[in-house]
């Protein structure tokens, strides 16, 4: 067992065991192991039943008012998700220009998709719709103010839209703006490399509520008279210098893990710093720290969560705003509410996960001896 | 073998490489003082002598790879100074070679000698993998192209890692320790292609503990003693009559076996 643990792979042996084998050689073993094995068993019973009959068994799955969750037993009340739906995805954007928000989602998906799936053509005209138009295209469409699109301000924006806002600004910004904080760190030249050290200990130092405090709260107070960026700005700004000094650590590891002989041997050839660092260095650094990136835009899709304190609604404080609905109120509508929120957090994170596990698994070709 | 091809290969009288006065500190460390070296286009330069004597640090400093605190270093009429243009121009004509090959392990074998030609030439892609596949048949592996360095062995490694600096266009290849980090069996396959190299005339520096290599192709042997260069002659006379003591005993003890 420890053995196969570490290296990973499950023993083949074990597939031509009998159940009954098998249990006795895994599960009890000894003397303490059958204890254990008793335990977790009794863990599971206690815990697997309930939240089973919760979200399947004794969920309420059709209706349209509280009335149909209030039986006694009743599980996991699906007509107050549906019943606010729109809320959860569009915030309180008016109902009428929601079309821009579902137009901006499917454009998103439509430059995202092709760019995560390898050896497509036109990588680079792709980037550039992703990185550089879809974003101004974005703006133009969810803020407005222009002919035919009536301004929306982002204090009506919410939900998953605001969630995956500040999550894919914060994501897009923090890849490049780690990669020059990365490389300025090791860079030779002092002032850059002082730089660099003061801002990812800066950023790293402080607590993201405080970022989003300061972001929201002080700032305005420094800033001259009529200067005042949207909040959702101040928050964006916030999050994306705050997860770029997190980026830089992770790629500074990568970059660490590349003997200096393959910078040498670019820049013998001819190959400039930035030519020598894109072509050679970054690729195989990167490349190496994949788990480490994916770890870090994670936690920042999750970290999105806390911009509920300074105001702005995403999917949880949208969900938060719905259960004080005196027409929902139910027994289990928060039970639900943050089941329903966890659930799709879950799913995006966890195809995140997934597709870096695709992403290593189809790179892992090309590693080195 | 002393009289063998390299005495009859013909060396011009163009300077390609001037040292004056070369010295080089690692922090308190003084790894080069006062190196003069003048190489003539053509030459094959073998440079001997026990290790933590400087020898790879000198040819370091022909590329740049380690700047020289003092002293003039300049290539082909272009002299090296902290002008990045400069070292830029003087890279694009001087190829290297490595002990441990620094092949690029997350490129093919094709795109690690088109890399260059393509960012630093400018060269059409067409044009630099016909460039790529002529030098890889040069170096007798243009079936392996495909493939990642990953895949090939140590002395294929190392062909390769030439043919990506041939296609260059190099007018001076530095060869640092090419075969030291080969298993012996391969050791032959990557001096055949240096001493092929050496018979098309270009202009070689070669830190080496293969002696036979020396004997065989360099027109001269430099020898190196802590920082210094303290001897340096044709092969035939360097072998046979050292002059100086540390060149002796570092022959006696080299050629013991």
């Given at each position: 067992?420890a053995?196969?643990?570490i290296?990973?792979?499950?023993?083949s042996?074990?597939?031509?065991?009998?159940?009954?084998?098998?249990?006795?050689?895994?599960?009890?073993?000894?003397?303490?192991?059958?204890m254990?094995t008793?335990?977790?068993?009794?863990?599971?019973?206690l815990?697997?039943?309930?939240?089973l009959?919760?979200?399947?068994?004794?969920?309420?799955?059709?209706g349209?008012?509280r009335?149909?969750?209030?039986?006694?037993?009743?599980?996991?009340?699906?007509?107050?998700?549906w019943?606010?739906?729109d809320?959860?995805?569009?915030?309180?954007?008016?109902?009428e220009?929601?079309?821009?928000?579902?137009?901006?989602f499917?454009?998103?998906?439509?430059?995202?998709v092709?760019?995560?799936?390898?050896?497509?053509?036109?990588r680079?005209?792709?980037?550039?719709?992703l990185?550089?138009?879809?974003?101004l295209?974005?703006?133009?469409?969810?803020?407005?103010?222009?002919?035919?699109?009536?301004?929306v301000?982002?204090?009506?924006?919410?939900g998953?839209?605001?969630t995956?806002?500040?999550?894919i600004?914060?994501?897009?910004?923090?890849?490049?703006?780690?990669v020059?904080?990365a490389?300025?760190?090791?860079s030779e030249?002092p002032?850059?490399?002082?730089?660099?050290?003061?801002f990812?200990?800066f950023?790293r130092?402080?607590?993201?509520?405080?970022?989003l405090?300061?972001a929201?709260?002080?700032?305005?107070?420094?800033?001259?008279?009529?200067?005042n960026?949207?909040?959702?700005?101040r928050?964006?700004?916030g999050?994306?210098?705050f997860?770029?000094?997190?980026?830089?650590e992770v790629?500074?590891?990568?970059?660490?893990?590349?003997p200096?002989?393959?910078?040498?041997?670019a820049?013998?050839l001819?190959?400039?710093y930035?030519?020598a660092m894109?072509?050679?260095?970054l690729?195989?650094?990167?490349r190496?720290?994949?788990p480490?990136?994916v770890?870090?835009?994670?936690?920042?899709f999750k970290?999105?969560?806390?911009?509920?304190?300074?105001?702005?609604?995403?999917?949880?404080?949208?969900?938060?705003?719905?259960?004080?609905?005196?027409?929902?109120?139910?027994p289990?509508?928060?039970?639900?509410?943050?089941?329903?929120?966890?659930?799709?957090?879950w799913?995006?994170?966890?195809?995140?996960?997934?597709?870096?596990?695709?992403?290593?698994?189809?790179?892992?070709?090309?590693?080195e001896? | 073998m002393?009289?063998g091809?390299?005495?009859?290969?013909?060396?011009?009288?163009?300077?390609?490489?001037?040292?004056?006065?070369?010295?080089?500190?690692?922090g308190?460390?003084?790894?080069?003082?006062?190196?003069?070296?003048?190489?003539?286009?053509g030459?094959?330069?073998?440079?001997?002598?026990?290790?933590?004597?400087?020898?790879s640090?000198?040819?370091?400093?022909?590329?740049?790879?380690e700047?020289?605190d003092?002293?003039?270093?300049?290539?082909?009429?272009?002299?090296?100074?902290?002008?990045?243009?400069?070292?830029?121009?003087?890279?694009?004509?001087?190829?290297m070679?490595?002990?441990?090959?620094?092949?690029?392990p997350?490129m093919t074998?094709?795109?690690n000698?088109?890399l260059?030609p393509?960012?630093?030439?400018?060269?059409?892609?067409?044009q630099?993998?016909?460039?790529?596949?002529k030098?890889?048949?040069?170096?007798?592996?243009p079936?392996?192209?495909?493939?990642y360095?990953?895949q090939?062995?140590?002395?294929q490694?190392q062909?390769?890692a030439?043919?990506?600096?041939?296609?260059?266009?190099?007018k001076v290849?530095?060869?640092?320790?090419?075969?030291s980090?080969l298993?012996?069996e391969?050791?032959?396959e990557?001096?055949?292609?240096?001493?092929?190299?050496?018979?098309?005339?270009?202009?070689?520096?070669?830190v080496?503990h293969e002696?036979?290599?020396a004997?065989?192709?360099?027109?001269?042997?430099?020898?190196?003693?802590d920082?210094?260069?303290?001897?340096?002659a044709?092969?035939?006379?360097?072998?046979?009559?050292?002059?100086?003591?540390?060149?002796?005993?570092?022959?006696?003890?080299i050629?013991?076996?």
């Open positions: 067992m053995m196969e643990s290296t990973g792979r499950s023993a042996r074990s597939k031509t065991l009998t159940p009954l084998v098998w249990a006795q050689r895994n599960l009890f073993s000894s003397i303490g192991n059958t254990l008793l335990a977790s068993a009794y863990l599971l019973w815990t697997i039943p309930p939240v009959d919760f979200t399947i068994f004794s969920a309420v799955w059709t349209t008012t009335e149909a969750c209030l039986a006694p037993g009743a599980g996991m009340c699906w007509p107050f998700i019943a606010n739906i809320q959860f995805i569009y915030g309180r954007y008016p109902p220009e929601i079309w821009r928000v579902n137009l901006t499917a454009l998103g998906i439509a430059v995202i092709p760019m995560l799936i390898p050896g497509l053509p036109a680079r005209l792709n980037l550039v719709l990185l550089i138009v879809y974003p295209v974005a703006i133009v469409l969810l803020a407005g103010d222009r002919p035919g699109l009536p301004p301000p982002t204090s009506e924006w919410g998953l839209l605001v995956l806002v500040v999550a600004t914060g994501i897009v910004a923090s890849l490049p703006l780690g020059l904080l490389l300025g760190r090791r030249m002032a850059i490399r002082m730089f660099c050290i003061i990812i200990e950023w130092g402080v607590p993201l509520i405080t970022v405090f300061m929201s709260v002080m700032l305005p107070l420094f800033l001259p008279e009529g200067m960026p949207d909040n959702l700005l928050c964006l700004v999050v994306a210098l997860s770029s000094a997190y980026m830089a790629v500074r590891g990568g970059l660490q893990a590349i200096a002989g393959q910078y040498e041997a820049r013998a001819g190959l400039t930035w030519q894109g072509q050679v260095v690729p195989q650094a990167l190496h720290v994949i480490g990136i770890n870090t835009f994670i936690g920042l970290d999105t969560t806390l911009v509920l304190i300074v105001g702005i609604f995403d999917l949880l404080g949208q969900m938060r705003a719905q259960l004080a609905d005196p027409n929902w109120t139910i289990q509508g928060a039970l639900t509410g943050y089941i329903f929120a966890a659930l799709v957090f799913v995006f994170c966890f195809g995140m996960s997934q597709y870096s596990n695709f992403m290593e698994r189809r790179l892992d070709t090309t590693r001896r | 002393s009289d091809n390299g005495k009859r290969l013909k060396v011009s009288d163009k300077v390609m490489i001037e040292m004056k006065g070369v010295n080089k500190w690692f308190d460390f003084h790894v080069l003082k006062d190196v003069d070296l003048t190489v003539h286009e030459e094959r330069i073998v440079i001997a002598g026990p290790s933590g004597s400087g020898k640090t000198l040819i370091r400093c022909i590329n740049h790879l700047p020289h003092e002293g003039s270093i300049v290539i082909d009429g272009i002299e090296l100074t902290e002008d990045l243009k400069r070292i830029d121009e003087v890279r694009r004509e001087v190829g070679v490595f002990q441990q090959f620094n092949l690029f997350h074998v094709l795109e000698c088109t260059a393509l960012w630093v030439r400018k060269m059409p892609e067409k630099a993998r016909e460039l790529a596949m030098f890889l048949e040069r170096v007798r592996i079936e392996q192209a495909s493939k360095p990953g090939l062995s140590g002395g490694q062909r390769v030439i043919a990506r600096a041939l296609c260059m266009n190099p290849m530095l060869f640092d320790e090419p075969t980090a298993d012996p391969m050791i032959k990557v001096l055949d292609v240096m001493v092929e190299l050496a018979q098309e005339g270009m202009t070689m520096l070669c080496t002696m036979g290599f004997r065989e192709v360099a027109n001269r042997v430099v020898f190196m003693d920082g210094r260069i303290v001897e340096q044709p092969p035939e006379e360097f072998f046979s009559a050292p002059k100086n003591a540390r060149t002796k005993e570092f022959l006696a003890q050629l013991a076996h």
